[in-house]
């Protein structure tokens, strides 16, 4: 049956040809038996909503059928509401098996007792986007560097924990100017769908595999590959790029251990504990920051069991020259902390604060005892 369905909409696109039809952001999302929930059409100033089902007898073109039980006024017109004319013909954009259609229904005066018909305007039919065609422009604008390309994809709305439509705009073009990339591959492994306020959103995630190269050190060359979730929002009759829509939340902590000695070459603390003695030689801590931006500071205090601060850094900023200043991103710092005789007389839980951007980040704790 899926089969059959899929086949109608291909026969569809040979007759009618690609013409897309501007429709609607608000998209339908088309269900496995082509059955179009509507949400909200307005008629002379009014709201309705409505299930149009499938018609498979009428050999008369393409037909839908409203479902008389599903249908609904609305107590108010919603965003995004599709606008109906006074012949009952309204354009809509559609999802179906994560491609966007447009095309116009327009009523049919074949009733029954059961329903009012649609018919589907072939000569109106065309697709718009799709997630795929998302995928293969960020991965061609990748392999082109191409920022032009990569901003046709971001939304104007854009927001991910302080970054806008113009932050991610000017990391792309710096990244572009610093770096070039090869055999760019993206796998969308999953997709699902949220109407919020009159806006479909798709929520992907997302699987990218690239070989990077530095334009100014030909030795500086690597090949990544990670797994990611991304929000996208149906916007001017693409898919594009919408972020988590949250504000700047600051810098913080996911994480601050403390161990024996630390690889600068794997950047990674060796010989992670909690316990420490006169026989041991220094304590490293060791943070991974959220939400760090060139330009943030940190510094790491050292207190005491009674409270008392044994020890504090001098202020330090991440430096990471040029590189735009609104982008957020991890990024982690150690310090290694000699450890003193006067510290017998301090035995007990020691705490770590760690600042950013002068509010705390984030604390831990570790024990110092003395071994008889």
Not at 19 to 39: E, F, Y
Not at 43 to 72: C, E, Q
Not at 86 to 102: E, G, K, R
Request: aromatic fraction near 14%.
């Amino acid at each position: 049956m899926k089969k059959k369905i899929f086949a109608i909409f291909a026969v569809i696109m040979l007759i009618a040809g690609v013409k897309p039809l501007m429709a609607s952001d608000n998209l339908l999302l088309v269900g496995n038996d082509l059955s179009v929930p509507v949400s909200c059409v307005q008629y002379k100033g009014v709201g309705y909503g409505f299930i149009l089902r499938y018609a498979t007898s009428l050999p008369d073109g393409i037909h839908w059928k409203m479902d008389l039980n599903t249908f609904t006024q609305l107590s108010s017109v919603q965003n995004g509401c599709i606008s109906s004319g006074d012949d009952l013909a309204f354009n809509v954009s559609v999802i179906y098996q994560d491609i966007v259609y447009n095309f116009t229904f327009r009523y049919d005066p074949l009733a029954d007792s059961e329903g009012l018909y649609w018919k589907m305007d072939v000569n109106t039919f065309g697709k718009a986007d799709s997630i795929s065609d998302f995928a293969n422009d960020l991965v061609r604008s990748e392999n082109e560097c191409n920022s032009d390309l990569y901003s046709t994809r971001i939304s104007e709305l854009y927001l991910n924990s302080g970054s806008d439509y113009n932050c991610i705009r000017e990391a792309a073009v710096w990244d572009y100017a610093h770096y070039y990339y090869e055999n760019t591959a993206y796998l969308i492994n999953s997709v699902s769908y949220e109407n919020q306020g009159g806006k479909m959103l798709a929520k992907i995630s997302r699987t990218r595999t690239a070989t990077g190269h530095s334009k100014t050190n030909s030795e500086d060359v690597w090949t990544d590959s990670y797994t990611d979730p991304k929000t996208l929002v149906f916007e001017n009759g693409k898919w594009k790029l919408y972020g988590n829509q949250k504000e700047y939340p600051g810098v913080s902590a996911s994480a601050i251990v403390t161990s024996e000695s630390f690889n600068q070459e794997q950047w990674a603390p060796v010989g992670v504990k909690q316990v420490f003695t006169q026989t041991d030689k220094e304590i490293v801590v060791f943070a991974e920051l959220d939400n760090v931006h060139n330009g943030s500071s940190y510094k790491i205090k050292l207190l005491k069991p009674d409270g008392t601060i044994a020890d504090e850094t001098d202020e330090d900023v991440f430096d990471w020259g040029d590189y735009p200043s609104c982008v957020n991103g991890p990024s982690s710092v150690y310090y290694p902390i000699d450890i003193q005789d006067a510290w017998r007389t301090s035995l007990g839980k020691w705490k770590i604060e760690v600042y950013a951007d002068d509010k705390k980040a984030g604390e831990a704790f570790f024990e110092y005892k003395q071994i008889l």
